[in-house]
């Protein structure tokens, strides 16, 4: 049995931009005009839960109760809102077909691991028609750290895999991928990986 993990933004939907845009405005409208890092990268825990944990941090905020649950809620209705004026989030070429294809096979245990919140990642895999019946999604929701998160996607039942890849477009997912000893296949142009899934076999 081959695992095989995806990531969501960047690497199975073309959803980047927006859904930078939008956790950043939510951030925002919560917790008021925060400071964020240059780049997402200089973040240590390039993930939902992790750069707010982190934002809060760098602004010297200490809130009670917790805002991680207004936050989520505020930006999946504005995602939502993005959906009803946009239409659905477009897929990366190829990538559901590719997907399902993997899905299908006897020979692959198929799973996400993302570093979004569960209820935006399964809105947004939604809108572009991916069928998540099933499947094990592992998100931020209870982990900050990315190799945490992937970790938890695996099929706890099944003690061994003859290998694993995940497929991720960041540098943050490759790390990840060598800290856990993972195969790594990048996707986007940004790190030098594949653009489309069309024409992959299922290996």
Not at 28 to 50: A, C, N, T
Not at 55 to 63: F, G, Q, R, S, Y
Not at 91 to 120: C, M, N
Request: hydrophobic share 35%; charged share 25%.
């Amino acid at each position: 049995m081959h695992a095989v993990v995806f990531d969501i933004d960047g690497t199975l939907l073309d959803s980047n931009s927006v859904d930078d845009d939008l956790y950043r405005s939510s951030l925002r409208h919560v917790l008021g005009p925060v400071r964020f890092r240059e780049e997402i990268s200089d973040y240590d825990f390039v993930s939902d839960s992790g750069i707010l944990w982190q934002v809060l941090a760098d602004n010297d905020l200490m809130i009670s109760p917790d805002p991680t649950p207004e936050i989520i809620e505020y930006f999946v209705n504005a995602l939502q809102d993005h959906i009803s004026e946009n239409g659905g989030f477009r897929e990366v070429p190829g990538a559901r077909k590719f997907f399902e294809s993997l899905r299908s096979s006897q020979d692959h245990y198929v799973a996400i691991a993302t570093g979004g919140w569960s209820a935006s990642a399964i809105l947004k895999l939604r809108s572009a028609g991916f069928d998540l019946d099933g499947l094990q999604l592992s998100a931020s929701d209870n982990e900050h750290d990315r190799t945490a998160i992937m970790r938890s996607a695996l099929d706890r039942e099944k003690s061994e895999y003859e290998s694993v890849t995940y497929y991720g477009d960041g540098p943050w997912d490759r790390d990840a991928c060598i800290s856990l000893g993972w195969n790594f296949v990048p996707v986007g142009r940004e790190i030098g990986g594949l653009e489309t899934y069309h024409n992959l076999g299922v290996v």
